[in-house]
């Protein structure tokens, strides 16, 4: 309420105000990061960040993530090009991205899938060697950081999306992380319909800017974001170790130098070893009042959106893996308690 009433007094609610301005501030050293432009959605930053990059051709990425990542690249009138996943850790398979280009080729747009970071030094190599844009989808990746260094330094720019669904949030919201200050002028005109000034404008741009409800909002929850990830590490931890060594359940694997922000507890079910399926695991739960997700599925190049116009047998580790991924409930406010309930009932379901 503190935050917000000033809003009223100043009747400034949006166009770049005082809250805004303050929160981009506020994210640069959170986030570690040199430039944060804000936005109305991490869907249009990933967007408009493209566009402003002014590509074209064929974009390298993975079928593994949320609609939103493929979206965006086909909207641009750019076309993906779908690259295998990595078993371990979801992320695009580093090795498998050179035979992928072509010299239609203009950028990779990788993602941190569940908040797992992509081989980040294997494809800053590629890019470098071919002389590709690196745009990395950060909307899981939220205080994230390799070698100590926040995930957001990485490639040419990232987006960040503030969902009330992820770690950290603005109600809605979203930003780009960038070194690139020409990039950043471009950003601020092109989220706010192109306009130069007050005569000129020279963007074909929309509207896509933070409004300041939401950089308020956003200014609360930073507040608490520290706290927020210390409790889901308890709960992550509790998971672990209730379910570490089920038969034909993989966990995600902690990753080597990397300080995670615990935003996902996903599981692949190998229906083989386990005896059932993820199916049987989804009832059971739901029996309990207990929903979950399968994240992602289908995989982005099987949506009935792009049908008839990839294979997805193309990228078959991506497939049998979203054929058998659930995400299960994580937040703050989890109890420990309910993590054993919940562990309990995923175990009861071995065929
Ligand atoms: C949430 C999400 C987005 C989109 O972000 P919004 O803020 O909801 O527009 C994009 N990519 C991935 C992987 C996401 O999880």
């Given at each position: 309420?503190?935050?917000?009433?000033?809003?009223?007094?100043?009747v400034?609610?949006?166009?770049m105000?005082?809250?805004?301005?303050?929160l981009?501030?506020?994210?640069?050293?959170?986030?570690?990061?040199?430039?944060?432009?804000l936005?109305v959605?991490?869907?249009?930053?990933?967007?408009?960040?493209?566009?402003?990059?002014?590509?074209?051709?064929?974009?390298?990425?993975?079928?593994?993530?949320?609609?939103?990542?493929?979206?965006?690249?086909?909207?641009?009138g750019?076309?993906p090009?779908?690259?295998?996943?990595?078993p371990?850790?979801?992320?695009?398979?580093?090795s498998?991205?050179?035979?992928l280009?072509?010299?239609?080729?203009?950028?990779i747009?990788?993602?941190?899938?569940?908040?797992?970071?992509?081989?980040?030094e294997?494809?800053?190599?590629?890019?470098?060697?071919?002389?590709?844009?690196?745009?990395?989808?950060?909307?899981?990746?939220?205080?994230?950081?390799?070698?100590?260094?926040?995930?957001?330094n990485?490639?040419?720019?990232?987006?960040?999306s503030?969902?009330?669904?992820?770690?950290?949030?603005?109600?809605?919201?979203?930003?780009?992380?960038?070194?690139?200050?020409?990039?950043?002028d471009r950003?601020?005109?092109?989220?706010?319909?192109?306009?130069?000034?007050?005569?000129?404008?020279?963007?074909i741009?929309?509207?896509?800017?933070?409004?300041?409800?939401?950089?308020a909002?956003g200014?609360?929850?930073?507040?608490?974001?520290?706290?927020?990830?210390?409790?889901?590490?308890?709960?992550?931890e509790?998971?672990?170790?209730?379910?570490?060594?089920?038969?034909?359940?993989?966990?995600?694997?902690?990753q080597?130098?990397?300080?995670?922000?615990?935003?996902?507890?996903?599981?692949?079910?190998?229906?083989?070893?386990?005896?059932?399926?993820?199916q049987?695991?989804?009832?059971?739960?739901?029996?309990?009042?207990?929903?979950?997700?399968?994240?992602f599925?289908?995989?982005?190049?099987?949506?009935?959106c792009?049908?008839?116009?990839?294979?997805?047998s193309?990228?078959?580790?991506?497939k049998?893996?979203?054929?058998?991924?659930?995400?299960?409930?994580?937040?703050?406010?989890?109890?420990?308690d309910?993590?054993?309930?919940?562990?309990e009932i995923?175990?009861?379901?071995?065929?």
């Open positions: 309420m503190e935050t917000i009433r000033p809003l009223w007094d100043s400034w609610l949006t166009n105000g005082k809250l805004h301005n303050e981009a501030t506020q994210l640069e050293k959170y986030l570690e990061v040199s430039n944060v432009s936005f959605n991490g869907h249009m930053a990933l967007e408009m960040v493209l566009q402003a990059m002014d590509l074209s051709g064929e974009v390298i990425t993975t079928p593994f993530t949320f609609a939103s990542t493929t979206h965006a690249i086909v909207r641009n750019l076309t090009v779908f690259c295998d996943i990595d371990d850790d979801y992320t695009i398979d580093a498998k991205i050179e035979s280009i072509t010299d239609k080729t203009c950028a747009v990788p993602v941190h899938v569940y908040g797992c970071i992509c081989d980040v294997a494809i800053e190599a590629i890019a470098k060697k071919h002389g590709l844009k690196v745009i990395y989808d950060a909307a899981h990746a939220f205080a994230v950081k390799y070698k100590g260094r926040g995930v957001g990485f490639g040419d720019a990232s987006m960040f503030f969902h009330a669904t992820k770690v950290y949030h603005t109600v809605e919201g979203g930003a780009i992380t960038t070194d690139d200050k020409d990039l950043m950003l601020w005109k092109l989220k706010d319909f192109g306009i130069r000034d007050e005569e000129v404008v020279d963007g741009g929309a509207n896509a800017k933070m409004n300041e409800f939401c950089a909002m200014l609360c929850n930073l507040r608490h974001i520290d706290e927020e990830i210390e409790k889901r590490r308890l709960v992550f509790r998971y672990m170790d209730r379910l570490s060594g089920t038969e034909g359940i993989a966990l995600m694997k902690p080597k130098d990397v300080t995670p922000n615990y935003a996902y507890y996903p599981i692949v079910v190998d229906e083989k070893k386990f005896g059932s399926n993820r049987v695991i989804i009832d059971s739960l739901a029996k309990e009042d207990i929903h979950v997700r399968k994240y599925y289908p995989l982005t190049s099987d949506m009935d792009y049908k008839g116009r990839f294979d997805s193309l990228t078959p580790v991506a049998w893996t979203a054929d058998r991924a659930i995400t299960l409930p994580m937040s703050a406010s989890l109890s420990l309910d993590v054993d309930r919940i562990c995923v175990r009861s379901c071995r065929g």
